[in-house]
T-cell receptor
Framework: GENVEQHPSTLSVQEGDSAVIKCTYS??????FPWYKQELGKRPQLIID?????GEKKDQRIAVTLNKTAKHFSLHITETQPEDSAVYFC???????????FGKGTLLTVNP | DAMVIQNPRYQVTQFGKPVTLSCSQT?????MYWYQQKSSQAPKLLFH???????NEADTPDNFQSRRPNTSFCFLDIRSPGLGDAAMYLC???????????FGQGTRLTVV
């Protein structure tokens, strides 16, 4: 089955700096890669996603890159703000059976 | 407006006493997921459905069962809850492959 590895497990940055979180996946049949933000006690919420036919996607301060050959994808947050502090999860979906597998998460702390 | 609704938000059950968690959706999505999330961990997939096609993860304990009587509703039954089953249970839905999964607010289960 699919295995999604996520690094780092914790990340602390100063406000205004950039943050990068990296994930790798094992199943070459995975074709959709969402990123979720989860604040304490709340549900995961999608912040950005990328499909396997696209190499990069950007939405304001957030960007995601995908390297299908290497089976890795990354989340980039620029100009970080304290409200970006949360746990971020990457995930991979196998389209043929809709199985959505999560990475272990990254606790991002943005220090004012 | 809530699109994926889980009931109850908080559930306390006695050790060994069967409990049922429910999830409903107003999105008419084909795919529904049940995840277990323990503190500071990633959501762990227990089951998912595409319409009535049921997919059980290999490592989901036999103690956990699921039912999906129609498109809108899905239930998670825990036949004999143990202390180790205390967790947040998250339901999610998605329309088709390569689209966002929407999460409910979760049910926090406590076993006493």
């Amino acid at each position: 089955g699919e295995n999604v590895e996520q690094h780092p497990s914790t990340l602390s940055v100063q406000e205004g700096d950039s943050a990068v979180i990296k994930c790798t996946y094992s199943d070459s049949a995975s074709n959709y890669f969402p990123w979720y933000k989860q604040e304490l006690g709340k549900r995961p919420q999608l912040i950005i996603d990328i499909r396997s036919n696209v190499g990069e996607k950007k939405d304001q301060r957030i960007a995601v890159t995908l390297n299908k050959t290497a089976k890795h994808f990354s989340l980039h947050i620029t100009e970080t703000q304290p409200e970006d502090s949360a746990v971020y999860f990457c995930a991979a979906l196998r389209g043929s059976n809709y199985k959505l597998t999560f990475g272990k998460g990254t606790l991002l702390t943005v220090n004012p | 407006d809530a699109m994926v609704i889980q009931n109850p938000r908080y559930q306390v059950t006695q050790f060994g006493k069967p409990v049922t968690l429910s999830c409903s959706q107003t999105l008419n999505h084909n795919v529904m997921y049940w995840y277990q999330q323990k503190s500071s961990q990633a959501p762990k997939l227990l089951f998912h459905y595409y319409d009535k096609d049921f997919n059980n993860e290999a490592d989901t304990p036999d103690n956990f069962q699921s039912r999906r009587p129609n498109t809108s509703f899905c239930f998670l039954d825990i036949r004999s809850p143990g202390l180790g089953d205390a967790a947040m249970y998250l339901c999610a839905t998605s329309g088709t492959a390569n689209t966002e999964a929407f999460f409910g607010q979760g049910t926090r289960l406590t076993v006493v």
